[in-house]
C-alpha cells in the first residue's frame, strides 16, 4: 500500500517568509508525528497528533511553529516569519497507534531559508 | 535526554558482524531502531517493548536490557546493503510514542 507521502520534496524561501509543509499519512494510521533533522543529527521531535487534536508539541522550538490536522488525516506544519536557523528536512512519520507501535517516515521535505 | 550510540561509526568487509548499543539516562518504555541512507527517510527496523516483546526485521536481532537501560542492534552476516546510519529512537514516556533519537552510527559494508 502507499507509505507516508510529503509535499513538496523542496522548498527554498527567503528569510521571514511563511512555509507550509504538508504530510499525508499511511491511510488508518491515528498517530502522526513531526520530526525535523539537522545534517549529520538524529530526527529531532517538533509535535504528536493522535486523531486531530495535538496531544503533544513540546518539542517545538517557538511560536513561529505550528501544525494542524483538521480532520485526522492530512496534517500541514506552518512556520512563519523563517529563519535560516529553520533550514532541515522536515520528517513525517505516522503510526497505528502510539506507544509500542512502529512509525513508518515519509521522505520529508528538504528546507532551506536563504 | 538524548539516547548515547556507539560506536560512531564502523566499517566491515561483507560476511562480518557488528553491534550497535544504544544506552539511555532515563528509564524506557520501548526502543525503536531504524536504519537510513543518504538523502532518503529512516526505515523501520525493529521495535524492543519493556517486558520483552519484539517486532521487526527477519534478518536483524536486538536486545534490551530494561533494568540498564540499554539496547544492542546485532547485524550477522553484514551484506552491502546493509551500509547507512542506524539510529536508535527512545519511548520513556509509554504513552505517546514520542521518539528521542540518538546521534547516529555510521555503517559502511565493503566488498
Known amino acids: 500500500g502507499a507509505g507516508v507521502s510529503q509535499t513538496p520534496s523542496n522548498k527554498v524561501t527567503e528569510k521571514g517568509k511563511y512555509v507550509e509543509l504538508r504530510c499525508d499519512p499511511i491511510s488508518g494510521h491515528t498517530a502522526l508525528y513531526w520530526y525535523r533533522q539537522s545534517l549529520g543529527q538524529g530526527p529531532e521531535f517538533l509535535i504528536y497528533f493522535q486523531g486531530t487534536g495535538a496531544a503533544d508539541d513540546s518539542g517545538l522550538p517557538n511560536d513561529r511553529f505550528f501544525a494542524v490536522r483538521p480532520e485526522g488525516s492530512v496534517s500541514t506544519l506552518k512556520i512563519q516569519r523563517t529563519e535560516r536557523g529553520d533550514s532541515a528536512v522536515y520528517l513525517c512519520?505516522?503510526?497505528?497507534?502510539?506507544?509500542?507501535?512502529?512509525?513508518?517516515f515519509g521522505p520529508g521535505t528538504r528546507l532551506t531559508v536563504t | 535526554q538524548q539516547p548515547v550510540q556507539s560506536p560512531q561509526a564502523v566499517i566491515l568487509r561483507e560476511g562480518e558482524d557488528a553491534v550497535i548499543n544504544c544506552s539511555s539516562s532515563k528509564a524506557l518504555y520501548s526502543v525503536h531502531w531504524y536504519r537510513q541512507k543518504h538523502g532518503e527517510a529512516p526505515v523501520f527496523l525493529m521495535i524492543l517493548l519493556k517486558g520483552g516483546e519484539q517486532k521487526g526485521h527477519e534478518k536483524i536481532s536486538a536486545s534490551f536490557n530494561e533494568k540498564k537501560q540499554q539496547s544492542s542492534l546485532y547485524l550477522t552476516a553484514s551484506q552491502l546493503s546493509y551500509s547507512g546510519t542506524y539510529f536508535c529512537g527512545t519511548d520513556g514516556s509509554g504513552n505517546t510514542g514520542k521518539l528521542i533519537f540518538g546521534q547516529g552510527t555510521t555503517l559502511q559494508v565493503k566488498p
Open positions: 512519520a505516522s503510526s497505528q497507534g502510539t506507544s509500542g507501535s512502529e512509525q513508518y
